[in-house]
């Protein structure tokens, strides 16, 4: 039997995403994500002049409509300013210490 413990495996294979301890995805994001507010919804970009934005760590497309290989929907700041996808989200949750919101 496994046992698989998050809190002292930095890491680990089981399911389907893997967390190293120096990740590529992570690049100083701590400044501006960590212990923030995240909030699940529909992609809707933060001004008019912006079509797009990509998960703050994997640099994930997010885009309003349907369009191929891009997310619809995903954890943003309630500000909309940054953006998160599920997999990141799921990744480093424990490591950012995000505080759920409630959808709008
Ligand atoms: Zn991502």
Redesign the pocket.
Known sequence: MIVLNRTFANHYTLGCTVREPNDW?LTNQEHYLKGVVLVWHRYSPASTSNDHDH??????KFMAGSVPETLQEGYSTVDREHW??????DDFADLFEWKGGCAT
């Open positions: 995805r998960c703050s760590f994997c640099w994930t998160v996808c599920k997999t990141c989200y």
